[in-house]
């Protein structure tokens, strides 16, 4: 396949970008001589890239040790304190981060990703994450991620499992010291309503990094029009910038309300209608249209997430940390696909680069890697397996 910067990109490159990734980031040793950890891991790029379970990629290679072995390796091979673990899968997401990443600032987007859990906890209710019910249950694995939004360049560099009784701003403490230990500058934060508080908004105006979030309007409309600017105020006025100030017994927290206007087509109906938007911001500055195309840019995470799960590895574990390795590989396969866009594929620098995504898609990347992980362990025989 040739760009026209005439770059060749290969499976088999692809294949072996994606393994010493994960053997750099120091996540395994090798378990006896069968499971080594480079077979382990082309096991796990197997069911990754096939979206099927562990137990399954084992079935389909004829070369490859059994499913118990591969999780023993596995759980004996990790390391045991979540912070360790965190870090070095950390690494394994920024290890080919280009130099251009610490020149400039970025935008960058924060979001939580719920995965829905069925099962009981492991070891204790602490690892799972209640919210709203969704997809029939109330439990999920919550993982939280900070990922650059900017064109051409959307890495995932950040990466956290959140327990049950943390708050978005010890969430936000972790993923931004994160941020820090790679020298990564940023320009404002996009994060989602579920941060708007007086607690995280104190807190990035006391570390001086602007922001821009939807307002969370809280409690029932007030019945008789007040003459301060409360937020249901704000909401009846035309579009512009209003001054709020957040509230939190006598501590207070002042920033800007910016009131906008999206128009869209009813899905029923089809006639365009109009709504209204109201976006908290510090340091962020630009008129109300500009305001909300700029938020538009975070759904760029939520692009992230969709790609994740088509790399995401079946599993019925109830290993937290288990899981959060697979969440973590499906999230490096996905920022291998934009380093070899950006870095191989791409024509132009800067403001002038143009991506041709076309060239190599997210699934096919998989596709190769499952073609190449069968090449080194099968035997070219069509697995067969007998029912009852």
Request: charged content about 25%.
């Given at each position: 396949?040739?760009?026209?910067?005439?770059?060749?990109?290969s499976?088999?490159?692809?294949?072996?970008?994606?393994?010493?990734?994960?053997?750099?980031?120091r996540?395994?040793?090798?378990?006896?001589?069968?499971?080594?950890?480079v077979?382990?891991w082309?096991?796990?790029?197997?069911?990754?890239?096939?979206?099927?379970?562990?137990f399954?990629?084992?079935?389909?290679?004829?070369?490859?040790?059994?499913?118990?072995?591969?999780?023993?390796?596995?759980?004996?091979?990790?390391?045991?304190s979540?912070r360790?673990?965190e870090?070095?899968?950390?690494?394994a997401l920024?290890l080919?981060?280009p130099?251009?990443?610490?020149?400039?600032?970025w935008?960058v987007?924060?979001?939580?990703?719920?995965?829905?859990?069925?099962g009981?906890p492991?070891s204790s209710?602490?690892?799972i994450?209640?919210?709203q019910p969704?997809?029939?249950?109330?439990?999920?694995h919550?993982?939280?991620?900070?990922?650059?939004?900017q064109?051409?360049h959307?890495?995932t560099?950040?990466?956290?499992?959140v327990r049950?009784?943390?708050?978005?701003a010890?969430i936000?403490?972790?993923?931004?010291a994160?941020?820090?230990?790679?020298?990564?500058?940023i320009?404002?934060?996009?994060l989602?309503?579920?941060?708007?508080s007086?607690v995280v908004?104190?807190w990035?105006q006391?570390?001086?990094i602007p922001?821009l979030?939807?307002?969370l309007?809280r409690?029932r409309?007030p019945?008789?029009?007040?003459?301060?600017r409360?937020?249901?105020?704000?909401?009846?006025?035309r579009?512009?910038w209003?001054?709020?100030?957040?509230?939190?017994?006598?501590?207070?927290?002042?920033?800007s309300?910016?009131?906008?206007?999206?128009?869209?087509?009813?899905?029923?109906?089809?006639?365009?209608r109009r709504?209204?938007?109201?976006f908290?911001?510090?340091?962020?500055?630009?008129?109300?249209?500009?305001?909300?195309?700029?938020y538009?840019k975070r759904f760029g995470?939520?692009?992230s997430?969709?790609?994740?799960?088509?790399?995401r590895?079946?599993?019925c574990?109830?290993?937290p940390l288990?899981?959060?390795?697979?969440?973590?590989?499906?999230?490096?396969?996905r920022?291998?696909?934009v380093?070899?866009?950006?870095?191989?594929?791409?024509?132009?620098?800067g403001?002038?680069?143009?991506?041709h995504?076309?060239?190599?898609?997210f699934?096919?990347l998989?596709?190769?890697?499952?073609?190449?992980?069968?090449?080194v362990?099968?035997?070219?025989?069509?697995?067969?397996?007998?029912?009852?």
């Amino acid at each position: 396949m040739r760009s026209r910067k005439n770059s060749i990109v290969s499976s088999a490159e692809v294949h072996q970008w994606a393994l010493q990734w994960l053997v750099d980031a120091r996540l395994l040793k090798d378990h006896g001589w069968l499971c080594k950890a480079v077979v382990v891991w082309n096991v796990v790029l197997r069911a990754a890239a096939r979206m099927t379970s562990v137990f399954a990629a084992c079935r389909d290679l004829a070369y490859a040790p059994s499913q118990q072995a591969v999780f023993d390796a596995l759980v004996d091979g990790l390391p045991r304190s979540l912070r360790v673990l965190e870090n070095r899968l950390n690494d394994a997401l920024t290890l080919a981060q280009p130099r251009a990443l610490r020149r400039r600032s970025w935008q960058v987007a924060i979001d939580m990703h719920l995965v829905p859990y069925y099962g009981e906890p492991h070891s204790s209710r602490n690892e799972i994450y209640y919210g709203q019910p969704r997809q029939g249950t109330t439990r999920f694995h919550a993982y939280a991620t900070a990922c650059i939004v900017q064109y051409g360049h959307r890495y995932t560099l950040a990466l956290a499992w959140v327990r049950r009784h943390e708050t978005h701003a010890v969430i936000l403490r972790r993923l931004l010291a994160r941020l820090r230990e790679i020298g990564l500058k940023i320009k404002y934060l996009l994060l989602d309503r579920a941060f708007f508080s007086w607690v995280v908004t104190a807190w990035l105006q006391q570390e001086r990094i602007p922001f821009l979030m939807p307002v969370l309007l809280r409690g029932r409309r007030p019945r008789k029009p007040r003459p301060h600017r409360s937020l249901h105020w704000i909401k009846r006025q035309r579009a512009g910038w209003y001054p709020y100030t957040l509230k939190r017994g006598k501590c207070t927290a002042a920033l800007s309300v910016c009131v906008a206007y999206r128009s869209y087509r009813h899905c029923r109906s089809h006639k365009r209608r109009r709504q209204k938007l109201l976006f908290a911001a510090w340091r962020v500055h630009g008129s109300p249209t500009e305001i909300r195309e700029r938020y538009r840019k975070r759904f760029g995470i939520e692009s992230s997430y969709r790609q994740m799960r088509q790399a995401r590895i079946c599993t019925c574990t109830r290993k937290p940390l288990l899981r959060l390795v697979f969440v973590a590989i499906a999230l490096m396969l996905r920022n291998l696909w934009v380093w070899i866009h950006a870095t191989l594929l791409a024509e132009g620098r800067g403001e002038q680069l143009t991506l041709h995504l076309d060239q190599l898609r997210f699934k096919r990347l998989l596709e190769w890697l499952a073609q190449a992980v069968h090449a080194v362990l099968h035997d070219g025989s069509t697995p067969c397996v007998a029912q009852d």
